[in-house]
């Protein structure tokens, strides 16, 4: 069986395409995983530090929750009607 007459040309350019980018993704990946890090140890003079303390605001926030009465009666639901077996066909009122 001939392979190229049985793969479109469409779908071979989309495959090597698609292969391309994976490959290039990975290469980028491995490229930025093993890079060599530059974490050096800084001079105390390279590090920005503030000219003045910084103000703490100390205030004393509590958060409360609004409490409200929930009724949890059942009186309002109307009671469901169960069919028994004597019933089947006949319609419920």
Same mark, same amino acid.
């Given at each position: 069986?001939?392979?190229?007459?049985?793969?479109?040309?469409?779908?071979?350019?989309?495959?090597? *395409?698609?292969?391309?980018?994976?490959?290039?993704?990975?290469?980028?990946?491995?490229?930025?995983?093993?890079?060599?890090?530059?974490?050096?140890?800084?001079?105390?003079?390279?590090?920005?530090?503030?000219?003045?303390?910084?103000?703490?605001?100390?205030?004393?926030?509590?958060?409360?929750?609004?409490?409200?009465?929930?009724?949890?009666?059942?009186?309002?639901?109307? *009671?469901?009607?169960?069919?028994?077996?004597?019933?089947?066909?006949?319609?419920?009122?």
């Amino acid at each position: 069986m001939n392979l190229s007459a049985a793969i479109p040309p469409t779908q071979m350019i989309l495959s090597w *395409a698609l292969l391309i980018v994976l490959c290039v993704w990975m290469i980028f990946c491995a490229f930025l995983a093993l890079r060599p890090h530059k974490a050096g140890k800084r001079e105390a003079a390279d590090v920005l530090t503030p000219s003045g303390a910084i103000p703490v605001i100390a205030s004393s926030v509590s958060l409360r929750r609004a409490t409200m009465p929930v009724d949890v009666s059942f009186s309002s639901v109307p *009671a469901l009607q169960a069919e028994s077996v004597n019933d089947v066909g006949s319609p419920v009122a």
